[in-house]
């Protein structure tokens, strides 16, 4: 234990090197993901990214705010544009639209990755329960040569066996159905 604490210690205030290696690599991964990204893409994104923002907020505050009280005629000389804000109304209107679309681009986009990174969980959990298995396994082998009582619970039996995604998925799936009926 004081070997991995040490460990630890030495590289970076608690994070060891397979962690560095994993950050160095996802980092990596998402500069080549941006990189791929078309220019529309980017484009949606930075829209997006500002239509989100205070500044937005403050910015249609200015804006709009300025608008509505020139045009209630609350300015003394200076001409009213609009005064039915009807104009108003369609510029909003179509400032919403757009901006709409722009969000829809980028939530398209996010995810499309979303769904990479659940199936790249997905394959990694299935690989880990194999590998667990099999360790449960050989452990639960080697505790009954060695005449541990525990290798021989029916707990064990029951973690070693093989799980079916498949199976487990129609379970969830008729588990569903039946509260959805019910």
């Not at 234990?1 to 560095?20: L, W």
């Not at 109304?89 to 995810?111: H, K």
């Not at 880990?128 to 452990?139: A, N």
Request: overall charge negative; hydrophobic content about 45%; glycine content about 8%.
């Amino acid at each position: 234990m004081a070997a991995a604490e040490s460990a630890r210690g030495a590289h970076g205030g608690g994070v060891t090197p397979i962690v560095e290696r994993n950050i160095a690599a996802l980092v990596e991964r998402r500069r080549q993901d941006y990189d791929a990204t078309s220019a529309h893409d980017k484009i949606a994104d930075v829209v997006t990214g500002f239509a989100g923002s205070l500044k937005f907020v403050y910015l249609h505050l200015v804006i709009y705010g300025a608008w509505i009280v020139i045009n209630l005629g609350w300015v003394p000389g200076v001409t009213r544009f609009d005064p039915t804000f009807v104009v108003l109304a369609m510029v909003a209107s179509v400032e919403a639209i757009f901006i709409s679309t722009f969000v829809l681009v980028s939530q398209n986009r996010m995810a499309a990755q979303s769904e990479r990174r659940a199936e790249l969980d997905l394959q990694i959990s299935l690989l880990s329960e194999h590998e667990i298995t099999r360790l449960i396994e050989l452990v639960t082998e080697m505790g009954q040569r060695m005449g541990v009582e525990a290798a021989d619970r029916r707990e064990l039996q029951e973690l070693a066996a093989e799980v079916q995604p498949e199976a487990v998925l129609d379970r969830l799936k008729a588990s569903e159905s039946g509260r959805a009926g019910g």
